[in-house]
């Protein structure tokens, strides 16, 4: 079946530190994946996506991911946090058939 | 330009009233899905519209929940009896079109509290 993982549902990492956000999805033909930041009582915002073309994909506000076929992840990360990055983070994917697979998220706490 | 917008922001009403919740997708966006986010919940997939097919509507958690949409504008979602479970976000996006690499746009959800 069609799935995707994130692997952490809470990550807490210091200002200035290193972010990483841990997705995995099941293997098939090549997906298309994304991730989205929802910060608190606001809508959901795209961040980045990979749509087959380099594997290395960079986002807004300083995120990037990077397409493993091999691990079937898509792990997103920021060099150095910030306060601002406090939000939930969604993994999401769609198939070739056009299912759009939504993961549980990542709650990410900023310590200062 | 605009995004999509939904009304109202928030809704409170009484255990057994019907609501209506209403979603303006980005103009010229063939695709409209609505989600339920309850409190510290990801999100639970409703229903999905697309031009003038025939909508999924595999995520309706019951015969309460319907939704409709005019061509490929407004959407409304109605949900009749309202019970407190019913209390959650419940979130619309559009989409340019079908197809995979295409993102969806999120509305800013309207926050619905079943008393």
């Known amino acids: 079946a069609q799935s995707v993982t994130q692997l952490d549902s809470h990550v807490s990492v210091s200002e200035g530190t290193p972010v990483l956000l841990r997705c995995n999805y099941s293997?098939?033909?090549?997906?298309?994946l994304f991730w989205y930041v929802q910060h608190p009582n606001k809508g959901l915002q795209l961040l980045l996506k990979?749509?087959?073309?380099?594997?290395l994909v960079k986002g807004i506000n300083g995120f990037e991911a990077e397409f493993k076929k091999s691990e079937t992840s898509f792990h997103l990360t920021k060099p150095s946090a910030h306060m601002s990055d406090a939000a939930e983070y969604f993994c999401v994917v769609t198939y070739r058939d056009d299912k759009i697979i939504f993961g549980k998220g990542t709650r990410l706490h900023i310590l200062p | 330009g605009a995004g999509v917008s939904q009304s109202p922001s928030n809704k409170v009403t009484e255990k057994g009233k019907d609501v209506e919740l209403r979603c303006d997708p980005i103009?010229?966006?063939?695709?409209l899905y609505w989600y339920r986010q309850r409190l510290g919940q990801g999100l639970e997939f409703l229903i999905y519209f697309q031009g003038n097919s025939a909508p999924d509507k595999s995520g309706l958690p019951s015969d309460r929940f319907s939704a409709e949409r005019t061509g490929e504008s407004v959407s409304t979602l109605t949900i009749q009896r309202t019970q407190q479970e019913d209390s959650a976000v419940y979130l619309c996006a559009s989409r340019k079109q079908e197809g995979q690499t295409y993102e969806q746009y999120f509305g800013p959800g309207t926050r619905l509290t079943v008393t």
């Open positions: 103009s010229g966006h063939t695709a």
């Open positions: 293997s098939s033909y090549s997906p298309s």
């Open positions: 990979y749509t087959s073309a380099a594997t």
